[in-house]
């Protein structure tokens, strides 16, 4: 039996998977773009950016835990 924890993070890389694959589908064009601005946006723009969707991303999760 898998604990409850190991579930909800496979959840959550499922849901991810999901809504990337919906993005794919429904603006191919938009995320091509999306893709080649990443490339050219500096390390430490993408660093604070990752870690404040990191960030958010907890809040969320405790909010809906507690």
Known sequence: MRSVAV????I???VLLFIEGLL???MPGWMR???QSAIVTPD???RI???SSAVAG?????VVRR
């Open 49 to 51: 950016a990752g870690i």
């Open 33 to 35: 773009r999306a893709m």
């Open 7 to 10: 579930s909800d993070f496979l």
């Open 58 to 62: 907890l809040i969320v999760i405790w």
């Open 24 to 26: 794919f589908t429904a």
């Open 44 to 46: 430490m723009v993408l």
């Open 12 to 14: 959550g890389i499922g």
